[in-house]
Antibody, heavy 118, light 108 residues
Framework: EVQLVESGGGLIQPGGSLRLSCAAS????????MSWVRQAPDKGLEWVSV???????SSADSVKGRFTISRDNSKNTLYLQMNSLRAEDTAFYYC????????????WGQGTLVTVSS | DIQMTQSPSTLSASVGDRVTITCRAS??????LAWYQQKPGKPPKLLIY???ILESGVPSRFSGSGSGTEFTLTISSLQADDSATYYC??????????FGGGTKVEIK
């Protein structure tokens, strides 16, 4: 059974750093297209970052230079390193997988809440 | 950057109605488009990918069409369980994966 479990969220002060984790089971992270998507409270979905099966990464302009997506193949886990956090980064953060480039994201985690506030 | 515009932002319809949601891309994305359903407090659920392919297990009353810059999601006979917010997402080349603003579907 495919499962994605996010962790690492919490309350952090502006300018701080946080690393989110997404532990995967039932499939292999390194052969999938893995994304981070966020959703501010009562707002729409916003794509954050993606890592391809070949290791290529891309991020939204709103987080470029501050957030870094990566994976640990030995742990079958996806990460999002978030630096220089701002109030507008407050959101639920979901990890999602797509089995191939022609597919949408077919499995999602339950999300982890990041709150940036002093 | 590719912008995705969904319309309407909200709609109210009765059980049994045919419902159509539109998504427009700011430039051609071929058929690299997915539709998701999201209920409160839950992650999104994939309904359709590559513009018109129904994800396994999704009821056949859901269908998608379009290519290039114009896409539609149709619910042929609205059910009470379809009350949710629907999002389109483009994934051209999987370099940037932009979402539309969402359409909230309410049952009258």
């Amino acid at each position: 059974e495919v499962q994605l479990v996010e962790s690492g969220g919490g309350l952090i002060q502006p300018g701080g750093s946080l690393r989110l984790s997404c532990a995967a089971s039932g499939f292999t992270v390194s052969t999938s297209y893995m994304s981070w998507v966020r959703q501010a409270p009562d707002k729409g979905l916003e794509w954050v970052s993606v890592i391809h099966s070949d290791g290529y990464t891309s991020s939204a302009d709103s987080v470029k230079g501050r957030f870094t997506i990566s994976r640990d193949n030995s742990k079958n886990t996806l990460y999002l390193q978030m630096n220089s956090l701002r109030a507008e980064d407050t959101a639920f953060y979901y990890c999602a997988r797509a089995p191939a480039a022609h597919y949408g994201s077919d499995y999602w985690g339950q999300g982890t809440l990041v709150t940036v506030s002093s | 950057d590719i912008q995705m515009t969904q319309s309407p932002s909200t709609l109210s319809a009765s059980v049994g109605d045919r419902v159509t949601i539109t998504c427009r891309a700011s430039l051609s994305i071929s058929t690299w488009l997915a539709w998701y359903q999201q209920k409160p407090g839950k992650p999104p659920k994939l309904l359709i990918y590559k513009a018109s392919i129904l994800e396994s297990g999704v009821p056949s009353r859901f269908s998608g069409s379009g290519s290039g810059t114009e896409f539609t999601l149709t619910i042929s006979s609205l059910q009470a369980d379809d009350s949710a917010t629907y999002y389109c997402q483009q994934y051209k080349s999987y370099l940037e994966l932009t979402f539309g603003g969402g359409t909230k579907v309410e049952i009258k």
